[in-house]
């Protein structure tokens, strides 16, 4: 594995990347799945399932947030980026931004709704986190869908991520993906 090719990212960046897309994603649907079902000692495991994988979300997010900062990505190819059109530009660099305020925004709507509940997180059974918000109804039901909206947003995001990833991997066949890619 690469750890210092400008042309790519680095052995860290490259594992958050993978393992925060998996985590999320699963992290998604297991949201859809476990909502809608029956008030029970189930439901209530699978919610501090749902907790602690988004608390790890959060950290992890935290690290490649550092991790970026510390070690910029690497360019474009220049080839590339001269070839790009301006609002293609635009939304890599927007779509990136947005993706990375949306890694710690849903998490953080979570912690903050489970919070309102009165439900505190235990992470893992074992580590008590501190509520980020006093209980309260009120907040609680508004935070519930801001929680809501802002995962399904993220998820609109990495469809879009996809979308382009496939575009110049199939119609550009550019390359661009070897620079994420763990071989």
Same mark, same amino acid.
């Given at each position: 594995m690469p750890t210092s090719n400008p042309k790519r990212y680095g052995l860290l960046a490259i594992t958050l990347h @993978?393992?925060?897309a998996a985590a999320i994603v699963f992290l998604f649907f297991f949201g859809l799945y476990? &909502?809608?079902?029956?008030?029970? $000692?189930? !439901? $209530?495991?699978?919610?501090? @399932? /749902? !907790? @602690? &994988?988004g608390i790890m979300i959060l950290v992890f997010s935290v690290l490649r947030l550092v991790n970026r900062l510390v070690k910029r990505p690497p360019a474009l190819p220049e080839?590339?980026? !001269? !070839?790009?059109?301006?609002?293609?530009?635009?939304? /890599?660099?927007g779509t990136h931004h947005m993706m990375y305020l949306l890694f710690l925004v849903v998490p953080l709507l979570g912690w903050a709704h489970s919070s309102a509940v009165g439900f505190p997180i235990v992470l893992f059974g074992q580590i008590p986190l501190p509520d980020l918000v006093p209980v309260n109804r009120e907040l609680a039901f508004a935070l519930r869908p801001w929680h809501k909206w802002s995962a399904f947003a993220l998820m609109a995001l990495i469809v879009l991520h996809i979308l382009a990833v496939v575009k110049h991997q199939v119609i550009d066949r550019d390359g661009l993906l070897k620079r994420m890619l763990p071989w």
């Open positions: @993978w393992l925060l476990m &909502v809608n079902l029956p008030f029970s $000692l189930a !439901k $209530l495991k699978y919610m501090n @399932w /749902h !907790k @602690w &994988v080839s590339m980026a !001269k !070839k790009m059109p301006r609002w293609q530009r635009i939304a /890599h660099h």
